[in-house]
């Protein structure tokens, strides 16, 4: 099988179901931003992190694959079966998030983002996700979404931050703390 297919080189792709739409329309912005946010989730994981963590960043990948398949489908047309995402994967990122927390300090201002490269790595993905969140809202607006993407996308990137103040805590980084100046 060839990897190109010369169906796209007039600015159009097909969606799960055949609909042709521009490559433009939010529906493929959706997607594309959910596996962008896959890519950072795998550079995350390639970094010197604890095996737990890595274990759970590929089960995320799973989920947002899953998110993927689910956003890149004609709503009215499709007829395949998509793996479902369930409130257990939400759930999941909250159990995670909070067994983070319990050993971190309590947080008492904005945390800029950096400190290593893994953090940042974090952090940008954090806001990949917060992206992707804002398109599938707005997708959700005008077309069918499943409400389960969105609670996902948001509970993702607060795992994310999470993740990235672990990680300064386990390196002995400090946070890099906003203080307004006045």
């Known amino acids: ?17 055949g609909t042709r739409v521009p ?3 939010i529906r493929i912005e959706s997607y594309g931003t959910v596996d962008e946010l896959n890519s950072y989730i795998g550079l995350i994981g390639d970094q010197d992190i604890d095996a737990h963590d890595k274990e759970v960043l590929k089960q995320i990948q799973d989920r947002l694959f899953t998110i993927g398949s689910s956003l890149a489908a004609d709503p009215e047309r499709s007829r395949m079966i998509i ?18 927390n319990e050993s971190l300090p309590a947080l008492k201002h904005f945390i800029l983002p950096g400190g290593s490269n893994v953090i940042s ?6 806001c990949v996700c917060r992206r992707a969140e804002r398109i599938t809202v707005q997708l959700a607006e005008e077309s069918t979404v499943d409400e389960k993407v969105n609670i996902y996308l948001n509970r993702l990137s607060d795992y994310l931050f999470t993740l990235a103040r672990k990680i300064a805590n386990a390196n002995k980084i400090a946070e890099n703390q906003w203080i307004p100046r006045v």
């Open 23 to 25: 490559k433009h329309h």
């Open 121 to 126: 790595f974090c952090h940008i993905a954090r």
């Open 83 to 100: 793996p479902d995402l369930n409130m257990s994967d939400v759930e999941m990122l909250e159990a995670e998030m909070d067994t983070m």
């Open 1 to 17: 099988m060839k990897i190109y297919t010369k169906t796209g080189d007039k600015g159009f792709t097909s969606l799960i179901g």
